[in-house]
């Protein structure tokens, strides 16, 4: 496998795989062409040193996975960086063959490089196998989130 920065020409298949679950669609607009909106999205976060969008790529180039790790800059732990994973998508083809495991190995590496202290997610509470998958990993669930959608 290989990780890589996403390019804008990965935006259409990343809209997909996030698209691509009962979630999902409630909330995305997969189309050829993209709305704007992505693109846009896509955009800031390349521009943001502190954002990686990342694609995994099979033997044959083909995008199989995506994952963003955010590097968020505290003043607690002595002014640590945290580290946040979100949209983690594998496609649906692919899942079982051990590819999250793998894209969360590198996604933890990646986050020590970058001296981050912790690496977080959430997860909706309506996704328990992604939930028991977490814990596998050893991610425990030691704070309760909230959110305020707008």
Known sequence: MIFRKATINDVAKIVEM??????GKSR?????PLPNEY????QNIDADQNQEL???ENENAEIIGTLQLSFIQYLT???GIRAQ???VRIKKDQRGLGIGKAMFEWAIERAKERKA????LTSDKRRPNAIRF???LGFKATHEGMKLHF
């Open 77 to 79: 732990y002595r002014g």
């Open 28 to 32: 995305e607009q997969y189309q050829i």
């Open 54 to 56: 990342i694609v995994v």
């Open 134 to 136: 977490y814990e596998s």
């Open 18 to 23: 996030i698209a691509d679950d009962e979630l």
């Open 85 to 87: 994973i979100e949209a």
């Open 39 to 42: 693109l846009r999205a896509f």
């Open 117 to 120: 202290h912790v690496l977080q």
